[in-house]
T-cell receptor, first 111, second 114 residues
């Protein structure tokens, strides 16, 4: 089992729809969770962090965390073509001193 | 002002050569990292330094040697380059006083070994 798992996609949604990106992790005692966006040929850019169970909203982005299910998700409302990118889930795992990344989900927003 | 900067952005070299990548951060962070991103976009930690002290050294060939002259700089030297070393190498840093917060990435160095 991979430590951080994501569906590689591509996930294709029409412009204006809600895009839902999912991530599961193996370490039950993980404390911090992050979503990065990476455009093709660019570096990962932090867009959301979440530390406690529930939802955290920032503009069109909502991160959701369920530690009991070891599941974290990212919702993008009113998706725009400019949201087309690879979204990387990253987890701060106990005892690790660096983030552990999933392999990313490629999102395509169709105009 | 670039927060985490690495040079060069592109590096094309022949097998067997030795090359270095440099990284500098002006965020005042104590911790710096080297990540490798393969063709499938998987980002894997290679090394991490905290205040010039090596704290992470993953299973990486000995041909890779990091050096941190001070907490704002972390360089990566690669000896005897192989075809499989072709990847994008990212430098990153994280905020002071903590070893496990979000990382901020440099623009990456695309290494191509021919």
């Amino acid at each position: 089992q991979k430590e951080v798992e994501q569906n590689s996609g591509p996930l294709s949604v029409p412009e204006g729809a809600i895009a839902s990106l999912n991530c599961t992790y193996s370490d039950r005692v993980s404390q911090s969770f992050f979503w990065y966006r990476q455009y093709s040929g660019k570096s990962p850019e932090l867009i959301m962090s979440i530390y406690s169970n529930g939802d955290k909203e920032d503009g069109r982005f909502t991160a959701q965390l369920n530690k009991a299910s070891q599941y974290v998700s990212l919702l993008i409302r009113d998706s725009q073509p400019s949201d087309s990118a690879t979204y990387l889930c990253a987890v701060n795992m106990a005892g690790r001193r660096a983030l552990t990344f999933g392999s990313g989900t490629r999102l395509q927003v169709q105009p | 002002d670039t927060a985490v900067s690495q040079t060069p952005k592109y590096l094309v070299t022949q097998m067997g050569n030795d090359k270095s990548i440099k990284c500098e951060q002006n965020l005042g962070h104590d911790t710096m990292y080297w990540y490798k991103q393969d063709s499938k976009k998987f980002l894997k930690i290679m090394f991490s330094y905290n205040n010039k002290e090596l704290i992470i050294n993953e299973t990486v060939p000995n041909r890779f040697s990091p050096k941190s002259p001070d907490k704002a700089h972390l360089n990566l030297h690669i000896n005897s380059l192989e075809l499989g070393d072709s990847a994008v190498y990212f430098c990153a840093s994280s905020s002071p006083g903590s070893l496990n917060t979000e990382a901020f990435f440099g623009q990456g160095t695309r290494l191509t070994v021919v």
